[in-house]
Structures are given as structure tokens and as C-alpha cells.
Antibody
């Protein structure tokens, strides 16, 4: 069965960077893209960007351009999202999700990674 | 402020039917982009509920249905159950944002 398992809770200081991992299993990793979504406390879903697992091509939301980098390691079927220059309003749960190939939906999601930014 | 507009909340009694709207514009839903819906139970990750406007993934009860017309989409839930209490989000794409992903602001469904 398809599974996306994310790395654990992170606590960071303002100005630091965080790198969240998303380990995929149960499907051919290179056949699907991975998207990243942020959810601040009590808020809705916010798309950050995605990466094609077969070619590493990326598309980032304008809001995160210059501050985010998404990568994949096909040897370990793991996707990564690094967010730099963290601010307190980056405190959120970060989700990875698989991008469906036919409909461009997000058909499977990771469990989420809580990132807290505080001095 | 989200590009796709959803009502912040809806409610209904068990057994009733509720609908959640997702209003867009000519640059997203009206441009022909598909709409997808997600259910987020409290404290959990979102789950795909409806894809491609009207399709249900395997395992999603047929009490859930989606529709799309012009510049909007709707999610209908019939035979409301207590376990349907959750946040619901619509998702599409927008030409003016170079085809980037857009989400609705989310709708909290309360089962009375």
C-alpha cells in the first residue's frame, strides 16, 4: 500500500533552516511527483511547491521562492523540503503528498511534520 | 484571502444533506481546471475525497459527491454522520498564477 512517512517534530530558532523528509513506499517513486503543503495553527492549507521525482524539476509557490528547496533521492525513495530563514510565522505542520498522474490531485498524504519556530 | 472561496462553516443534523460550495473565477475553475476535495479530520492529515470534479477514490462512501459548473464547484454529503465532522478543502489551479495550486480557505462541517 502507498505510504508517505515524514520525519519528526522540529524546533528551530528564527533565522535557522529546517529540512523535512518524506519517505515513500508502495509505488514506483519516479512515476509520481511530490508536493508540499503548509498548515499554520488553526489555518487552512497552503501550497508550497512540488518536485517531479523522475527528473527533479521543481515549481515553487511565489511566496516561498528563494527560501525553499525541494529535492528527491531516488535511491532511498525520499523527498526533502528545506525552508531557510525561518520566522515565527513559519510555525506550522508541513505535509508531503503524492501528486496523482492523471488528475493532478494529491492522492496520498504523509502524516505531517510539526515545525515550531521560537526564540 | 484564498483564490477559491468556501463558506467558513456549515452544519447539519444526522441524516441530513449538506453542500459546501467552492467559488472561483474565469482564471481557475472557469478556465477548465479540475476541482478536487479533501477531508481533514481533527488532528489528522488531509485525505482525498473527490478527484476530477466528480470521482470518488476507492473506499470513499457514495454519500459524498462532487459537481462542477462554470466558475464553481460543490461537495454534497448526504445521510450526514457524526464521523463526517471535519474540515473540507477544495483544490484547483490558476492560470494567472502560472498554473500554480490553489486551495479554498476550508469549511468546518459540524454535525449537530
Amino acid at each position: 500500500q502507498v505510504q508517505l512517512v515524514q520525519s519528526g517534530v522540529e524546533v528551530k530558532k528564527p533565522g535557522a533552516s529546517v529540512k523535512v523528509s518524506c519517505k515513500a513506499s508502495g509505488y514506483t517513486f519516479t512515476n509520481y511527483g511530490i508536493t508540499w503543503v503548509r498548515q499554520a495553527p488553526g489555518q487552512g492549507l497552503e501550497w508550497m511547491g512540488w518536485i517531479g521525482a523522475n527528473n527533479g524539476n521543481t515549481k515553487y509557490a511565489q511566496k516561498f521562492q528563494g527560501r525553499v528547496t525541494m529535492t528527491t533521492d531516488t535511491s532511498t525513495t525520499t523527498a526533502y523540503m528545506e525552508l531557510r530563514r525561518l520566522r515565527s510565522d513559519d510555525t506550522a505542520v508541513f505535509y508531503c503528498a503524492r501528486r496523482g498522474d492523471n488528475w493532478n490531485d494529491f492522492d496520498y498524504w504523509g502524516q505531517g511534520t510539526q515545525v515550531s519556530v521560537s526564540s | 484571502q484564498s483564490v477559491l472561496t468556501q463558506p467558513p462553516s456549515v452544519s447539519g443534523a444526522p441524516g441530513q444533506r449538506v453542500t459546501i460550495s467552492c467559488t472561483g473565477s474565469s482564471s481557475n475553475i472557469g478556465a477548465g481546471y479540475d476541482v478536487h476535495w479533501y477531508q481533514q479530520l481533527p488532528g489528522t492529515a488531509p485525505k482525498l475525497l473527490i478527484y476530477g470534479n466528480t470521482n470518488r477514490p476507492s473506499g470513499v462512501p457514495d454519500r459524498f459527491s462532487g459537481s462542477k459548473s462554470a466558475t464553481s464547484a460543490s461537495l454534497a454529503i448526504t445521510g450526514l454522520q457524526a464521523e463526517d465532522e471535519a474540515d473540507y478543502y477544495c483544490h484547483s489551479y490558476d492560470i494567472s498564477l502560472s498554473g500554480s495550486v490553489i486551495f479554498g480557505g476550508g469549511t468546518r462541517l459540524t454535525v449537530l
